[in-house]
């Protein structure tokens, strides 16, 4: 199994930038990882996932080109880097893994969460 805990999260100003981390325990170059977002009465949603040894990535077409994920397996640490972000960026984020890419943006399909963080941007 793998621990999962974030950081990173905060208030920012609309066209602003964060960066948020998932520091994991256990065997993380053995996963998949991932981030997805709740906001307030929504259901969660994917945003990016990232294959093993990052030989692969995946977005929500609402992130694209403003949202980065990357990993560094040395450091059992995956980042998401998000750019002009928008208002309705704001919500709760978690980072998830799994062992397989298989309906990757279908959260029922990722076993292992974080506790989540909060990222709130002002307009």
């Known amino acids: 199994q793998v621990q999962l805990v974030e950081s990173g999260g905060g208030l920012v100003q609309a066209g602003g930038s964060l960066r948020l981390s998932c520091a994991a325990s256990?065997?993380?170059?053995?996963?998949?990882m991932g981030w997805f977002r709740q906001a307030p009465g929504k259901e969660r949603e994917f945003v990016a996932a990232?294959?093993?040894?990052?030989?692969?990535?995946n977005y929500a077409d609402s992130v694209k080109g403003r949202f980065t994920i990357s990993r560094e397996d040395a450091k059992n640490t995956m980042y998401l880097q998000m750019d002009n972000l928008k208002f309705e960026d704001t919500a709760v984020y978690y980072c998830?893994?799994?062992?397989?890419?298989?309906?990757?943006?279908?959260?029922?399909?990722?076993?292992?969460w974080g506790q989540g963080t909060q990222v709130t941007v002002s307009s």
């Open positions: 990232i294959w093993w040894s990052g030989i692969g990535t």
């Open positions: 998830a893994a799994r062992s397989a890419v298989v309906d990757i943006q279908r959260d029922s399909e990722w076993p292992f």
């Open positions: 256990g065997p993380f170059s053995d996963y998949v």
